[in-house]
C-alpha cells in the first residue's frame, strides 16, 4: 500500500444509532400497550397541554401525539392561549390528575413568561409524570428506588446499552448541568457504576478535563461548541444539543464535507440542525458519535411512550 495515501486516510467516527435504538424501544412499548389492552382492556392515555404557539414546542407535541397514534396509545392533546392564568392552568392539570383513563400527563415547556414552571411540574400527580421532572420521581431515582426517569437522560443510557457502550468502570465528563439532562444523566450513568465529572460553564481549562473522558456527553446549548481539542480519540461522545443554523458560513465552517448537503437544508428550510458538538472536527477524532438529527430527539419521544405504558402499568399495580 502506498504510504503516503495510507498517512492521509482519516478515519471517521462510527455512527451510534440513535434511530434504531429508538425503533426498538417503541416497539418494545407498543407491544407493552397492545398486552395492557389484550389482557386488561386498558389504553394507556397521555394528555399533552401546550400553553401559547411557540412553533418549537408544538411541532415537539405532534411528534408525540403522532408517536402515540402509531404505537396504539391514546392521545389528548390541549392547546391553551399563551395568556392562559396560572390558576386556570392548575385547575386543568388537577383535573387530569383525577382522571382515571389518564396515565400519562405532560405540560411542554418552556411555558410563558410570568408562569411558575416548578408550580406547575409539581402540581403534576408523580404516578403520572411521564416526563420525569417532578420532585418525588427525581428524589426516588437519587435513592436508586422504581421511579419514571427523565425522558433525555433515560434515552442516553439505553443508547450506550443497546449500542454495546463499556459503562462500568468508564470515565463519563457530562458537560452541563441542567436539571433536565446534566444532573440526572450523570446520576443514571453513575447508578452503572461510571466514575462521573459534570462541567459547566465556569469549569476551568474545560477541554484538560473532557479529554480524559471515554464517553463525552455534551448539553450546553451552544452549536458546535465542543471541538477536536476537547475529545481523547476514540472516545464515544453523546451530542444531546439541538441548535438551528441559519447562516451559511456557520454551515461551511462546522460541517466539513458535509456541507454542501447542509447548505442545500439552508436554502430550502431557512435553515439547518447542529448540535452542541462541531460535527466536522469531533468526526476525526470520536470513536464513536451520535448523528443530529438522527440521534438523542429520538430516543426521548421513545422513552416518553414507554414511561407511559409504564405508568398505565405501575397505577393499576399491575
Known amino acids: 500500500m502506498d504510504t503516503t495515501t495510507q498517512s492521509n486516510t482519516v478515519k471517521m467516527a462510527g455512527k451510534l444509532d440513535g434511530a434504531r435504538v429508538a425503533a426498538e424501544i417503541k416497539r418494545e412499548a407498543a407491544e ?20 401559547g404557539e411557540d412553533p418549537a414546542s408544538a411541532v415537539y407535541v405532534r411528534n408525540k401525539v403522532r408517536t402515540c ?21 392548575l385547575e386543568m392539570i388537577a383535573e387530569f390528575n383525577r382522571r382515571e383513563d389518564v396515565d400519562g400527563l405532560l405540560v411542554q415547556l418552556p411555558l410563558p413568561k410570568g408562569v411558575d414552571e416548578s408550580a406547575v411540574i409539581e402540581a403534576i400527580d408523580p404516578a403520572k409524570d411521564v416526563d ?47 436539571n433536565i439532562v446534566g444532573r440526572p444523566v450523570a446520576e ?46 476514540g472516545a464515544t461522545v453523546v451530542d444531546v444539543g439541538m441548535n438551528r443554523l441559519t447562516h451559511e458560513d456557520d454551515v461551511s ?32 477524532v470520536a470513536g464513536r458519535l451520535t448523528p443530529v438529527p438522527g440521534g438523542v430527539g429520538l430516543l426521548t419521544v421513545a422513552m416518553l411512550m414507554r414511561n407511559t405504558v409504564e405508568a398505565a402499568r405501575r397505577r393499576r399495580g399491575l
Open 253 to 284: 465552517v462546522l460541517f466539513g464535507l458535509d456541507a454542501p448537503r447542509r447548505l442545500k437544508s439552508l436554502r430550502e428550510r431557512g435553515y439547518t440542525l447542529v448540535g452542541d458538538v462541531n460535527p466536522a472536527e469531533v468526526e476525526r
Open 132 to 178: 420525569g421532572f417532578h420532585p418525588v420521581n427525581v428524589g426516588r431515582m437519587m435513592q436508586r428506588r422504581p421511579a419514571l426517569l427523565p425522558c433525555t437522560p433515560a434515552g442516553i443510557v439505553e443508547l450506550l446499552v443497546r449500542e454495546g457502550v463499556k459503562i462500568s468502570g468508564a470515565r463519563v465528563c457530562v458537560v452541563g448541568r441542567s
Open 188 to 233: 443514571l450513568l453513575l447508578q452503572r457504576d461510571a466514575t462521573v465529572t459534570i462541567c459547566h460553564s465556569r469549569t476551568d481549562c474545560l477541554s484538560e478535563v473532557t479529554r480524559e473522558a471515554d464517553i463525552l456527553i455534551v448539553a450546553i446549548g451552544r452549536p458546535g461548541y465542543i471541538r477536536a481539542e476537547h475529545v481523547r480519540p
Open 32 to 51: 407493552g400497550a397492545e398486552r395492557l389492552l389484550r389482557e386488561h382492556g386498558i389504553r394507556p392515555r397521555l394528555v399533552t397541554v401546550l400553553v
Open 69 to 89: 397514534e402509531e404505537l396504539g396509545l391514546a392521545s389528548e392533546p390541549h392547546q391553551l392561549p399563551a395568556d392562559t392564568p396560572a390558576p386556570r392552568l
